[in-house]
């Protein structure tokens, strides 16, 4: 039985240490009995995905569900919409996004002729800017029975760009597969081992993609230009499980300026949701100022509220706009100053 995870927030008054650290920000764990369709929905259709695939992906439950605290995508050769096998295709687009961070999943996939499972990333402009702009990042990818996985990243540098290396791998049982991303680069590991490294700093060959939201899709295809077709050796029906995809944002360590940072301050509740309170305890009379920044160091809210009083003080926070994530509070009063992580929930 998986231990179920749980949010946590911390007061960061230390100096940044070398190892890196992540916080959870979003997870799927499939300890339920169906699909959440708040973190997932459906592709569908049959018409190659223009890579030539031969199934057609439904939103049935024959094709996906949870079981067993697993999600389940299943496919079966059975004549459908034209098709001649069915699996299933899920996304978060439009639900879930990220920009950097660490992304993994832990999964069991089937080994045989025509068989395509991944695990893998689109950039959110997909919709505007079309691929291989948009960029991609294909977090694990297996065809036939090779005895290898392959981590591979894709962009736009005057024509389709790639980058890509394959890792040993073992057949009918569970591996963790994850990339470790930020500014800087995106690293590939399998089981907690690097085994590849892309360099995307400064916009290097144009990939300034990489420096934007991206979703998750995770999907079983049958056949395709890379796999070929299946053949009398390939077993129907076979599954692709996914324990569980879970998302962490990089412990980023502050450091503050002056030990006058007493501002005795909190965010109830934290998790936050769509609204929260900001309570001071030691504030000063006069202007305090509010930044709400994402882990890329973009800011979401910028909001000065007037303080009439030196005893406790409550300001209304609205955070709807905010996706699911991690976010740094910077708040200044008066000459005092001080950092809080938060991270904002789905519901």
Same mark, same amino acid.
């Given at each position: 039985?998986?231990?179920?995870?749980?949010?946590?927030?911390?007061?960061?008054?230390?100096?940044?240490?070398?190892?890196?650290?992540?916080?959870?920000?979003?997870?799927?764990?499939?300890?339920?009995?169906?699909?959440?369709?708040?973190?997932?929905?459906?592709?569908?259709?049959?018409?190659?995905?223009?890579?030539?695939?031969?199934?057609?992906?439904?939103?049935?439950?024959?094709?996906?569900?949870?079981?067993?605290?697993?999600?389940?995508?299943?496919?079966?050769?059975?004549?459908?919409?034209?098709?001649?096998?069915?699996?299933?295709?899920?996304?978060?687009?439009?639900?879930?996004?990220?920009?950097?961070?660490?992304?993994?999943?832990?999964?069991?996939?089937?080994?045989?002729?025509?068989?395509?499972?991944?695990?893998?990333?689109?950039?959110?402009?997909?919709?505007?800017?079309?691929?291989?702009?948009?960029?991609?990042?294909?977090?694990?990818?297996?065809?036939?029975?090779?005895?290898?996985?392959?981590?591979?990243?894709?962009?736009?540098?005057?024509?389709?760009?790639?980058?890509?290396?394959?890792?040993?791998?073992?057949?009918?049982?569970?591996?963790?597969?994850?990339?470790?991303?930020?500014?800087?680069?995106?690293?590939?590991?399998?089981?907690? $081992?690097?085994? @590849?490294? %892309?360099? *995307?700093?400064? &916009?290097?060959?144009?990939?300034?993609?990489?420096?934007? =939201?991206?979703? /998750?899709?995770?999907?079983?295809?049958?056949?395709?230009?890379?796999?070929?077709?299946?053949?009398?050796?390939?077993?129907?029906?076979?599954?692709?499980?996914?324990?569980?995809?879970?998302?962490?944002?990089?412990?980023?360590?502050?450091?503050?300026?002056?030990?006058?940072?007493?501002?005795?301050?909190?965010?109830?509740?934290?998790?936050?949701?769509?609204?929260?309170?900001?309570?001071?305890?030691?504030?000063?009379?006069?202007?305090?100022?509010?930044? $709400?920044?994402? @882990?890329? %160091?973009? *800011?979401?809210? &910028?909001?000065?509220?007037?303080?009439?009083?030196?005893? =406790?003080?409550? /300001?209304?926070?609205?955070?709807?706009?905010?996706?699911?994530?991690?976010?740094?509070?910077?708040?200044?009063?008066?000459?005092?100053?001080?950092?809080?992580?938060?991270?904002?929930?789905?519901?």
């Amino acid at each position: 039985m998986k231990t179920q995870l749980t949010l946590a927030f911390l007061f960061l008054f230390c100096f940044l240490q070398g190892k890196a650290q992540w916080n959870l920000v979003w997870s799927d764990e499939f300890n339920g009995t169906t699909i959440d369709p708040a973190n997932w929905i459906f592709e569908t259709g049959g018409s190659g995905w223009g890579n030539n695939e031969l199934e057609n992906y439904t939103n049935r439950p024959v094709n996906a569900t949870v079981s067993g605290g697993n999600l389940l995508i299943i496919a079966k050769k059975e004549n459908y919409g034209g098709n001649n096998y069915t699996s299933a295709r899920m996304k978060t687009q439009g639900l879930h996004s990220w920009t950097y961070g660490k992304i993994e999943a832990r999964l069991k996939f089937p080994s045989g002729k025509g068989y395509w499972p991944a695990f893998w990333m689109l950039g959110d402009t997909i919709s505007t800017s079309g691929w291989p702009q948009c960029g991609e990042i294909d977090i694990m990818e297996h065809i036939n029975t090779d005895t290898t996985v392959e981590g591979t990243m894709h962009w736009y540098n005057n024509g389709a760009a790639s980058y890509g290396l394959k890792t040993a791998w073992k057949t009918n049982q569970f591996h963790t597969y994850a990339v470790e991303w930020d500014a800087g680069s995106i690293k590939w590991m399998m089981d907690g $081992v690097q085994y @590849m490294q %892309g360099n *995307i700093a400064n &916009n290097i060959n144009n990939t300034n993609a990489f420096q934007h =939201p991206f979703f /998750i899709l995770l999907n079983l295809a049958v056949g395709g230009t890379w796999p070929g077709s299946p053949d009398v050796s390939t077993s129907f029906p076979d599954t692709l499980f996914v324990d569980y995809v879970r998302v962490y944002a990089a412990a980023t360590t502050l450091i503050l300026k002056q030990p006058d940072a007493h501002l005795g301050f909190n965010i109830s509740p934290n998790p936050v949701s769509h609204n929260a309170v900001l309570e001071l305890t030691n504030a000063k009379a006069g202007i305090c100022q509010i930044e $709400v920044s994402d @882990m890329s %160091g973009r *800011i979401c809210l &910028n909001q000065t509220s007037p303080l009439t009083s030196s005893g =406790p003080n409550q /300001i209304p926070l609205v955070l709807e706009d905010l996706k699911p994530g991690l976010y740094i509070v910077n708040l200044k009063n008066e000459g005092l100053s001080g950092h809080l992580k938060i991270i904002r929930q789905n519901h």
